[in-house]
């Protein structure tokens, strides 16, 4: 430990801490322009300039480490002078039209130049005026308005890792771009925008829509994928206008994706239904809440009474927070007296490894799955570990993605070829010698090793729970997919087997099914049965919007989204976090449903989120005690019990090999709601080959007929460098792939022009 | 210097990567590579075009964007056409009270090339330079590696027109 006084405060710090970070320590706030303490240290600005006694030169306190005895002063006459210098030289080519900059009132430029007081601008030099682009769908840059701190170009680099903006030209001349100026395309990830100290870079969906001070801020969890996200949420009134990081807060370090961060707006669809919907004898009534509530108890009396407690069965979308669940479950096995609990996610895997234990893992096997489109958030504690920790990362995918940049092993060809690398693998892991034995020896030597892979792949879950086997020091992440994928399965939704309901349906055993907030026929283990479900004596289906399932139901309740509603979801650590209510758009939250019908069958449930966890705690062993704020769920066993072997091979005929495509911004459910996330991509796309596209002499934007046993579809061609030879591949989760992948998740396929 | 130039912004036309690969594979797997690979690219196929640039950065795995942030820092890399000759017409202070914004104007005249241009025809391109370091030549210029010094303003177009009547 040195010593170091700031300001005339003492503090104890370790050797080589930064002097802002002392200073920190002893209570002295430096200003700051380009810091970030997320990012490696830059001193771009000369904001954070200091002074040390006995040294004339000025030191930037975000790059230099203290030494012993060191003596620092941070507020002065003359470091007011030089840090009012700084500002109004950035202000020379600034534009001062802070008046219709959407930063205005959160710019840091802002509010320096208020803390410096510079209210004259004494250069004469005029403002650039260059166009603002837009070649972006999500991110507005008005290059004028840069002060080149960098901190765009740093975090899509340590972080992002894609390096797709970059410093362009040298000195004066310096910029922030594309090569050749092309247009700027990334993953959108839009973590450049948050970390903007000016309106340089703009979130394209809130632009012009709002000012920061008429916004009122909750903290939340975000609703959009497993990752659990801490985010806050924005609105005015009963509208969301932007769902933006909680800055370095969360296990997501202030980190956001392109599905959190712009795919908010299904919240405020114009699309979103308002009235519950009971449909008799062909014919479709609006309806109040309480009347549809009434028409359901009445026809799940009468299922009950008629065909027994056993012809009802209740299914719950891995959307809703964990006090929903546990009161559907209530109502099933409580109220109706039926086991028939249903989801699409099972309780054969749970979660194991923290996003911490991922970031400094020492070792990362990646399998099979895009974890940076899937699970963003993973994928950037996956690229941490790679890249600032350099963990040697592996990765096998039947074709290359963002992972490629950072990974030291990249596995990829087609999916049989794939699966048979990642046999060996896990066979070399065991102990086998074969050509992945040097990859094997690295995981098996590391000391902190994790292995990611696709829960819903049971040829994949096999080979992670080979790997677990034959090294014991692994720790796994199921990289489930839903916000409360985990969640559900913990509060008694995941011992049956999805497959079961769909047998159900098949053979007419179930009369009444209440379908919370699942679209079955998007889900690919039910789309076929999905039909079946229209002629039940009830259909009762929530969903915020009138999905394929809904618009089949004889009985629809609109229900609210996450921004609508207290509770708590459990992330793929399972790790548990209260959400937080932002907005009510007069619709009531699933919660409500479930305590309405059980009042109406004459039962008492709560639908207040805190009343349910009481009931939980004492229900649920585990999560008896848990902290809702955080708190990690552990679990008795990662895997239930020996998976059985599966022909993981391609099925059915074909000159492609037809797998899965990674997610691409959203799947085919809530997301598809949101217009800008829809026009960017709308529709699932076939995604080809370059080589493939030009023998097959077919071109982007194409329309092609994809043909396989069993299956057929039409889809939009979009060609991918990326994708291996031989290879096709299609999103999972829309209606219109759902079908498709029913039959497996590798297939063979034939594409009829 | 670089003699094979070849077309690019014609869509459609096949770019053979060969060498490009060829320079790529051999600094593979080294640190702080990209510069080395970038100049014996460049002088492989005459300047820095968008498609080389990605298939660089794709050898490489690095993002085209950051290369191209490289090669817009350094003077050495061109990312446009370059002509045959090169005309480095010096503009330091010497040269420059000695007349030689005149022997620019005269490039200009003869080829209708601005500083930084080339020729349509790729065969001459003009660089004004600071200083050449041959002052007492002044006003002098550069054509590729000779050097022509204490020039009056109708004897630069009089080699000009030499190096123009050139064959290829």
Not at chain 1, 400 to 426: C, H, I, Q
Request: aromatic share 8%; hydrophobic share 40%.
């Amino acid at each position: 430990m040195v010593t170091v006084k700031i300001d005339g405060k003492e503090v104890q710090v370790a050797p080589n801490t930064l002097i802002l970070d002392a200073a920190k320590e002893a209570g002295v706030t430096i200003p700051t322009l380009c810091h970030d303490s997320r990012l490696n240290p830059f001193g771009a600005c000369r904001v954070c300039l200091v002074e040390q006694v006995n040294n004339p030169k000025l030191q930037a306190a975000c790059t230099t480490p203290v030494t012993d005895k060191m003596e620092i002063i941070t507020r002065s006459e003359k470091l007011s002078r030089v840090r009012k210098t700084a500002i109004e030289l950035l202000l020379i080519n600034h534009p001062l039209d802070c008046p219709v900059c959407d930063k205005g009132g959160e710019c840091t430029l802002q509010d320096l130049t208020y803390e410096v007081g510079v209210t004259k601008v004494r250069f004469d030099a005029k403002p650039n005026d260059t166009p603002v682009d837009h070649t972006n769908p999500f991110i507005e840059r008005d290059i004028d308005r840069c002060v080149l701190c960098g901190r765009c170009v740093r975090i899509c680099d340590e972080v992002v890792n894609i390096q797709a903006i970059s410093f362009l030209n040298r000195g004066t001349d310096t910029i922030i771009g594309t090569s050749f100026e092309q247009p700027w395309n990334c993953e959108y990830c839009g973590q450049c925008i948050s970390v903007c100290p000016v309106g340089s870079l703009n979130n394209r969906i809130y632009l012009f829509k709002n000012r920061p001070w008429n916004l009122e801020r909750v903290k939340s969890v975000c609703g959009l994928c497993s990752c659990g996200c801490t985010v806050d949420i924005d609105y005015e009134g009963n509208e969301v206008f932007r769902m933006k990081e909680s800055p370095a807060e969360g296990i997501n370090h202030g980190y956001m994706c392109a599905k959190g961060r712009f795919g908010f707006e299904f919240i405020n669809s114009i699309k979103r239904q308002s009235e519950a919907v009971v449909k008799a004898g062909g014919e479709s009534k609006k309806v109040s809440f309480n009347e549809a509530v009434e028409v359901a108890v009445e026809k799940l009396r009468k299922v009950k009474d008629t065909a027994g407690a056993d012809a009802i069965a209740v299914v719950v979308s891995p959307r809703l927070t964990n006090e929903e669940a546990f009161l559907a479950g209530k109502l099933a096995k409580d109220v109706l007296g039926t086991s028939n609990l249903f989801s699409t996610e099972s309780e054969e895997v749970y979660p194991e490894a923290t996003l911490e234990e991922v970031e400094n893992s020492d070792c990362v096997t990646v399998l099979n799955i895009d974890v940076t489109e899937s699970n963003p958030i993973l994928g950037l504690a996956v690229r941490h570990a790679a890249r600032m920790g350099s963990a040697p990362l592996a990765v096998f995918y039947p074709g290359y993605t963002a992972l490629k940049r950072v990974a030291k092993k990249f596995v990829t060809g087609n999916p049989d070829e794939v699966r048979a690398s990642m046999e060996s693998y896990a066979a070399a892991v065991a102990g086998a010698s074969n050509e992945y034995s040097e990859w094997a020896a690295k995981l098996t030597k590391a000391e902190r090793p994790v292995v990611v892979f696709d829960p819903y792949n049971k040829a994949d879950v096999k080979i992670a729970q080979d790997i677990k086997k034959a090294c014991a020091k692994v720790k796994v992440v199921p990289a489930k997919s839903k916000n409360n994928s985990v969640g559900i399965v913990d509060m008694g939704f995941g011992a049956k087997c999805a497959t079961e309901f769909a047998k159900g349906l098949e053979s007419g055993k179930f009369k009444a099914v209440v379908v919370l907030g699942e679209n079955l026929s998007a889900r690919s283990v039910w789309t076929k049965s999905a039909s079946k479900a229209a002629g039940l004596e009830l259909l009762l289906v929530t969903d915020p919007f009138m999905s394929e399932t809904a618009a089949m139901s004889n009985v629809y309740i609109p229900v609210a989204t996450f921004a609508e509603k207290s509770g708590s979801f459990t992330n793929l650590e399972g790790r548990v976090q209260s959400i937080e209510k932002a907005v009510d758009k007069g619709v009531n939250t699933d919660a409500c449903v479930v305590s309405a019908i059980a009042k109406g069958l004459g039962a008492q449930l709560p639908a207040d989120a805190n009343a349910v966890r009481g009931m939980i705690e004492k229900e649920v062993p585990l999560y008896s005690g848990i902290n809702w704020d955080g708190g990690v769920v552990s679990y008795p066993y990662v895997f239930a019990g020996e998976v059985a072997a599966t022909d993981g091979k391609a099925k059915g005929k074909g000159r492609f090999f037809l797998y899965p495509a990674s997610l691409r911004l959203h799947s085919g459910s809530f997301t598809r709601w949101s217009p800008d996330l829809a026009k960017v991509y709308g529709e699932p796309m076939l995604e080809i080959g370059v080589e493939d596209a030009k023998e097959l002499g077919i071109k982007s934007k194409d329309r092609v007929k994809v043909k396989g046993e069993g299956f057929e579809g039409e889809f939009l061609v979009e060609i991918e460098k990326k994708v291996s030879k031989g290879c096709i591949a299609l999103p999972e989760d829309f209606v219109a792939t759902a079908g498709i992948f029913c039959n497996g998740k590798s297939l063979r396929a034939d594409i009829v022009k | 210097m670089a003699t094979e130039v070849k077309e690019t912004e014609s869509a459609g036309k096949e770019i053979d990567f060969t060498a490009c690969d060829e320079i790529c594979e051999k600094y593979k797997d080294w640190k702080g590579a990209t510069i080395p690979v970038l100049q014996q690219v460049q002088d492989a196929y005459g300047y820095l075009f968008s498609e080389i640039v990605e298939r660089i950065a794709d050898n490489l795995n690095m993002s085209a964007h950051q290369i191209y942030g490289v090669i817009t820092f350094y003077a050495q890399f061109y990312t446009q056409p370059r002509g045959k000759y090169i005309i480095r017409v010096c503009r330091g202070t010497a040269c420059h009270v000695q007349g030689s914004g005149r022997i620019s104007e005269i490039v200009n005249e003869e080829f209708g090339i601005r500083n930084g241009e080339t020729s349509a025809d790729l065969k001459f391109t003009l660089e004004e330079v600071s200083c050449i370091g041959a002052c007492g030549m002044a006003p002098v210029i550069m054509i590729n590696n000779k050097t022509y010094g204490n020039l009056k303003p109708e004897d630069a177009r009089k080699i000009f027109r030499e190096y123009a009547q050139l064959q290829g």
